[in-house]
């Protein structure tokens, strides 16, 4: 079960470049329910996600390289393409300040520990994202936006990245 919040960013932080970061490109092959091939570095998935804006079922099996290639040739609209920065949630403090940036790998993720920073490319230039995952739904309910975060955008569908691909990006 993946339970997650999503947020608008108002400011990067001042340290982004020393955190551990990934480039991750996706496409999606489904969107109801959604369906999708990613590329996370060197790794390679192909991912279910049930119904839902808070919290959904989701399942990632592996691919190899020519499988990826395969199916992000099925794929509809756009090719997602995004470079995401791991920060963990105890430096929401110092966001704007200069201080020893914690690093991080992917394995640290999944309990709310971590924000999963997601700076898009490509035709979602200037979209950035924040996504933290919860352990449980009332640890998400609780969590209060801190000032560095521009708006909650967990409910609005818009924001997803399945509906991104084939809808494009409202830039508001």
Known sequence: ????????????????????????????????????????GEEYYLTYKGGGLFAREEYNLPLTKEGYDHLLGKADGYVITKTRYLIPVEDLACWEEKHDAKKLSHEDVGDGRVIELDVFHGAFEGL?????EFSDREQAKNFVMPPCFLEDVTFDGRYHNSYMSRNGWDRR
């Open 1 to 40: 079960m993946e339970i997650e919040r999503k947020f608008l960013i108002r400011t990067l932080p001042v340290m982004l470049k020393e955190y551990a970061r990934e480039e991750i490109e996706q496409g999606y092959l489904c969107v109801n329910p959604v369906v999708r091939v990613r590329r996370q």
């Open 128 to 132: 950035i994202l924040a996504e933290i």
